[in-house]
């Protein structure tokens, strides 16, 4: 957070504030960046001022309303490594022979809770949503940015021995031009965006989505710009965002979405042929 330009203007103009002012820095400060990313009426009730108290705040910052606040919060923190803040941060691990063991114990112990709380946000109603997407859907095509795309690689993998018409978006731009040239509402896109966003995904999912495909979206706690965008939407939590990179949370829903789609594909049949062929090539 100390390089963050949001946050340092934040700690910067407290002492000139009036009180009910200072209140809300002190949660946004508190909480960074996560106390920014839900309504203004929630940051207020927090802070226990009015709303409009706390749009006096942001008017004074020289932003444009709360949403071009959020937006600054969102891009201050788009282009930074997550890695990059956990290796610089007070305290971190230095070159030393027994140093990282603490760390290590406690990014497994983060880990350890992450996942869990990973697993109890993906409710039964989300998990039918996306499953009846991922089973119904003419094509399903997959990508991600950086790291995410393995998770995109893996849901192809194992959907496409679940049912056929299942591929990874292809990454040179005239391969997406073909893919989207037969794409429609019958056919759906799976993202995986995560913080850093990537560009490249989110071209690709404006132009699928003005040719009618519909949207699963697995994102993080500060939201892709591809979330108002998506018909079934799964926002990691906050606990989720590791020193390097929630890969192993994104598996994890994984995971549910391709057990939650083979409960309504009753794939047996496909699978043993799967297997058949498998070994016949052996």
Wanted: proline residues 8%; negative net charge.
């Amino acid at each position: 957070m100390e390089n963050d330009p949001v946050a340092s203007r934040l700690s910067a103009v407290y002492s000139e504030l009036p009180p009910g002012e200072r209140a809300i820095v002190r949660v946004l400060l508190d909480d960074y960046p996560f106390a920014a990313l839900g309504s203004l009426r929630a940051l207020a009730e927090r802070a226990g001022v009015s709303p409009p108290t706390a749009s006096r705040l942001f008017d004074r910052l020289g932003y444009a309303g709360f949403a071009e606040f959020q937006a600054a919060v969102r891009d201050g923190a788009r282009d930074r490594s997550r890695l990059l803040e956990f290796v610089t941060a007070p305290g971190a691990p230095r070159a030393q022979p027994s140093a990282g063991l603490p760390e290590v114990r406690r990014a497994a112990e983060d880990l350890r809770s992450g996942l869990d709380g990973t697993l109890a946000a993906v409710s039964e109603p989300l998990l039918t949503a996306a499953a009846a997407l991922l089973a119904e859907a003419r094509t399903v095509w997959a990508l991600g940015g950086p790291l995410s795309e393995l998770a995109a690689e893996y849901l192809i993998r194992q959907l496409a021995s679940l049912r056929p018409g299942a591929h990874r978006v292809p990454e040179p731009a005239h391969g997406r031009a073909r893919t989207l040239l037969d794409l429609g509402a019958s056919d759906v896109i799976v993202a995986y965006d995560f913080r850093r966003y990537s560009p490249a995904t989110a071209r690709f999912v404006h132009a699928a989505r003005e040719r009618g495909a519909r949207l699963v979206l697995v994102t993080d706690a500060w939201g892709s710009p591809l979330a108002p965008h998506a018909e079934v939407l799964v926002s990691l939590p906050r606990e989720a965002a590791g020193p390097i990179a929630p890969l192993a949370h994104e598996i994890a829903v994984t995971e549910l979405l391709l057990v939650a789609a083979a409960a309504r594909l009753s794939p047996a049949e496909r699978l043993a042929d799967l297997d058949a062929l498998t070994q016949s090539l052996t």
